[in-house]
């Protein structure tokens, strides 16, 4: 079975644009979370999607969102790219919910100049 | 806010020993853990759970132990080899996943 798969993998950006992160689950499941993870701060939580909604937040600003479709692909978009967003973005995916074992994937290295 | 923590940044030992690995969670009402290992380059990947309703977890090598008087949960690694070296990371879940910061284990040959 295919593990998680994010891209892209690396990626770089200026300070204002904006950019979209996507993620595939693995096969069947439908919770997919999202988390930045830095050197400062270690892995933070985003968000998790549940059959295309948004069931948990975490706290981050409003410039970072994202949406599920309903193959249960997900993605994340940040807006107005900040320096500090430079990170990074993990997503990973479980059958039903966060209390279970997750999954994953890669990552995607954002850059943001 | 509530942030679960390690105790050590970095753990050194010698091939072939055990290595314990702590964590500290702050939310009482956490009912499910977990440790990842993350290699560099790579994605957190699962080592072993453990739910409220439990003290320890076994795992191939791996024990989980779970004090909840004390809000303590510890990673054992049995006889280290050098593929275990990694940055380990324990997380308390409720409503959503909190990270300690990693722990770094270095197996020394």
New interface residues.
């Given amino acids: 079975k295919a593990g ?1 798969t994010q891209t892209p993998r690396y990626l770089i950006k200026t300070r204002g644009q904006q950019v979209t992160l996507s993620c595939s689950p693995i096969s069947g499941h439908r919770s997919v ?1 999202w ?1 930045q993870q830095t050197p400062g701060q ?4 985003l968000f ?1 999607y549940f059959s295309e909604t948004q069931r ?4 981050f600003p409003g410039r970072f969102s994202g949406r599920q479709f309903s193959n249960s692909r997900s993605e994340m978009n940040v807006s107005t790219l900040e320096l500090g967003d430079s990170a990074l973005y ?1 997503c ?1 995916s479980s059958f039903g919910n ?2 279970e ?7 995607t290295r954002l850059l943001v100049l | 806010g509530e942030n679960v923590g390690l105790h050590l940044p970095t753990l050194s030992v010698q091939e072939g020993d055990n290595s314990i690995i702590n964590c500290a969670y702050s939310n009482s009402a956490s009912d499910y853990f977990i440790w990842y290992k993350q290699e560099s380059g790579k994605g957190p990947q699962f080592i072993i759970d453990i739910r409220s309703n439990m003290d320890k977890r076994q795992g191939q090598r791996v024990t989980v132990l779970l004090n909840k008087t004390v809000k303590h949960l510890s990673l054992q690694i049995a006889a280290t080899q050098p593929g275990d070296s990694a940055v380990y990371f324990c997380a308390e879940t409720l409503n959503d996943m909190r990270f300690g910061a990693g722990t770094r284990l270095t197996v020394k040959p």
Avoid at chain 1, 42 to 45: I, K, N
Avoid at chain 1, 56 to 59: L, Q
């Fill in positions: 998680v979370s988390y270690g892995l933070q939580f998790e948990n937040k975490g706290n993990l990973a966060i209390q074992t997750q999954y994953f994937g890669p990552g």
